[in-house]
């Protein structure tokens, strides 16, 4: 595609060992320069948008290596390096040992009150630095916990001074028995860490030392992203592992490079940049930003309005950590840019602290600000693990099980609280009063909860572990399993079926289509069509398209007929559109284009002189259309991928993936719909794609074959109920097929219990159950329950029960009587079911 001249400068350098990073300034004319910057992994410093009043900026600040600096430059962007400058002063600010040692000298001259605490290790084996602030230090209390952490940017330094001063301040203020140092130690867990990036520090990089930007690799809340550290990036993983042993009701996290109070939401999808992204305590960090902005002077003055943005309304940061304290924790976060230069003199420092002393002593006491108590159990006065709600918010809050004591952060309003916890009797409290007149001390209203055991069932099912059912073709198997309810009130209950795809498939959507890959046992075969010497060469522009062009047969796709397809550059083809756009979309999506086959939806370049081209091709003898992207690079890159689409007459459709070697988690996969409305997506900027590799999707319909009697009920106090589960093999193919009985009840601490089942469906007969023996003097009878389809059973017997069996004799029937025993010996016997036909 046409790209839009850009100018560059550059503001930094980072060396760690053979890699260079630098930030660029780059003048830019619009959203296709920062579309560019994006799909090319451009680092973008967010600071560059000054305010959405100031329009899209003139220019953008990024961080490059050579290769990317390459990558734009040989595109014909004008792109220059200037390394960021330190400033004269620069050794007058501490760093990390610097911090260490200071923190270790305030542990000694305040033993009482502040104690140092390694929370892990750098990628370059600094040690992270923690300083706990509290009346009671080496002990924990009902107090809240709240982290102000600075410098996960390692070249934004102005936040290490404060943190800094904020201590020293705190704690020479308490020693003088000033009374507001002596109410936020007294009432508060207070932990500093300044420098949360001491080896970016110690580079003057933005980075770590794997070059990885800590603030766009936290985990991700909103793709389903398990919060676990990983030992990826350590400094990661001692913030995960720290906030795991707490409960931080409160967080700042400082920056450089702009002046303004950032908070929540940072991404929200489907926003994307300049759409605001409310958080569901949106008003109350809002309330949060304001207040801080309002004392701090040059914020509020600054380019942003009132000195306060929304996250995804300034610019998108996916993986931020003010989000993930928020969705993982409940912990309200701020990123608070209080610099416009990422580095300033050092003699300029105490203008900072004098900007925004005030605003970070208001912020500290807000976590006193809003509704707070202990909720105990009424009978026995223990703390609980109880949940906190909100009226009109849609965000749990919880409080530490510890001491049951919890910390609402609350603007000024009134409001109706729910308190509940698992067992016990929910108490709404209406009418709950905060208010907020100013000051350090606390103003929030306490309000302690006790709460009462009440009468509840107790769910239990007697299947261990998965429910196994086996039927030969035409027909039915059967298995029963109990409800049972050990608690002393009636439960109901509900069950629901959900198919279970296995890893290499999917489906059925709504029409019927399912799709399976060559990696399962079922699945397609890998067998690659090559017809780069058969075929038609399309030579198409960069992102552009084919004409219409006729398939050679009727093929049916979501219940319509085709008779001829487009081909897009960008890896996929359409019956109805007129463009395949270079940004590959979720699927299914409404938007154009729709009737939409992807192999490889990505910003691919067939126009570039390193790739071959696209061909297609009918095979009139095979009764199929084949389209293939041969050796195709991505837009601006320069390794090639293969891949084929193949359309088969009875409406199948095969993908097929024969070398590889591009990007592979930036593109989309699957098909949809005429309207999409419908559609399968196989994968999206997900790694999935490999060499030799088929994808089949087929529009045959899975019958649900799985029914309970009963679905519902009730069980009383001590009771049970036997449920029978039947699964029927019409329309079933020979194979293993899965589903989860989803048993939802009103039992308050195991409202929903998942029974796995597998059905077999197979020529194999069951094993014949219930085998009965009846012995007499010299003989043995045997019974059991028939099975259905059996011809003949074959009986089997040891004197070992775990060894030495013996086949002894066949039956027509299901009785057998075993006249070849020994009086005084113990005998152990099976039964196998077979079809003699």
Known sequence: ?????????????????????????????????????????????????????????????????????????????????????????????????????????????????????????????????????????????????????????????????????????????????????????????????????????????????????????????????????????????????????????????????????????????????????????????????????????????????????????????????????????????????????????????????????????????????????????????????????????????????????????????????TVSAPGYTSQIINNVVVTDDTGSFREATEVNVQLQMGAAPEVAVSVQDTLAISANPGFTGIKKFDIGNSGNADLTYNQSVSYIKTKGSGGPDTYGYSWKDSDEPDGPAYNWVDISSLGTPLGLSDDGISSSLALGFAFNFYGTDYSTVRIGANGAITFTGTAISYTNPIIPSSSAPNAVIAPFWDDLDPSSGQSDDIYYYYDSANGRFIVQYNQIINYGGGTKNTFEVLLYQNGTIILQYNTMNGTLDACTVGIESGDGSDGIQVVYNSAYIKNSLAIEFKATIIPEWLSLDPSSGTVSASGSEQITATANTDGLDYGIYYADINLNSNDPSNSTVIIPVKFIVSDALSSPVNVVPNTEAASCSLSWDAVTGATVYNIYRSTDPYSGFIKIDTSLTNLYIDNDILTGNKYFYYVTADDAK
């Open 1 to 417: 595609m046409k790209k839009t001249m850009i100018y560059l400068m550059i503001f930094a350098i980072m060396v760690f060992g053979a890699k260079k990073f630098e930030y660029a300034k780059v003048k830019v004319s619009g959203i296709e320069d920062l579309k560019f910057l994006k799909k090319h992994e451009i680092d973008i410093d967010r600071t560059s948008f000054q305010g959405k009043e100031k329009g899209f900026p003139e220019y953008l600040k990024i961080y490059v290596d050579q290769e990317r600096f390459d990558i734009i430059e040989n595109e014909g962007y004008t792109i220059t390096w200037e390394p960021l400058k330190l400033p004269k002063d620069a050794s007058s600010y501490r760093y990390n040992e610097d911090i260490g040692d200071s923190m270790l000298v305030w542990q000694n001259r305040y033993p009482a009150i502040c104690k140092r605490i390694q929370i892990g290790t750098s990628v370059q084996s600094r040690p992270l630095w923690v300083l706990k602030i509290s009346d009671n230090v080496n002990i924990e209390e009902a107090e809240p916990e709240v982290k102000f952490v600075s410098t996960m940017h390692g070249d934004e330094v102005t936040g290490v001074e404060m943190e800094m001063y904020l201590i020293e301040d705190i704690l020479k203020g308490y020693q003088a028995n000033n009374d507001t140092m002596q109410f936020i130690v007294n009432n508060t867990e207070l932990y500093v860490m300044p420098l949360l990036n001491p080896d970016g520090m110690a580079n003057n990089s933005r980075y770590n030392a794997n070059y990885i930007d800590l603030n766009r690799d936290f985990p991700d809340f909103l793709t389903g992203e398990t919060n676990l550290a990983e030992s990826d990036e350590p400094e990661i993983d001692a913030m995960i592992n720290w906030s795991n042993d707490h409960n931080f009701i409160l967080s700042t996290n400082y920056h450089g490079g702009a002046l303004v109070a950032n908070y929540i939401l940072d991404t929200k999808p489907p926003l994307t940049s300049g759409q605001y992204a409310a958080a569901p305590d949106d008003v109350h960090a809002t309330w949060l930003a304001s207040n801080y902005a309002i004392r701090n002077t040059p914020m509020y003055n600054g380019a942003f309005t009132e000195g306060i943005t929304n996250g995804l309304e300034w610019y998108e940061a996916v993986g931020g950590m003010q989000d993930w304290n928020y969705h993982y924790y409940g912990d309200m976060d701020l990123t608070l840019e209080i610099s416009n230069t990422k580095w300033p003199a050092y003699s300029e420092i105490a203008g900072f602290w004098q900007d925004n002393r005030d605003a970070m002593f208001w912020y500290l006491s807000a976590v006193h600000k809003g509704i707070y108590g202990i909720v105990t159990d009424y009978d026995t006065g223990l703390p609980l693990e109880a949940k906190i709600e909100i009226t009109g918010i849609d965000k749990e809050y919880y409080t530490d099980p510890d001491f049951g004591d919890y910390y609402r952060v609350l603007k000024p309003g009134t409001y109706t609280m």
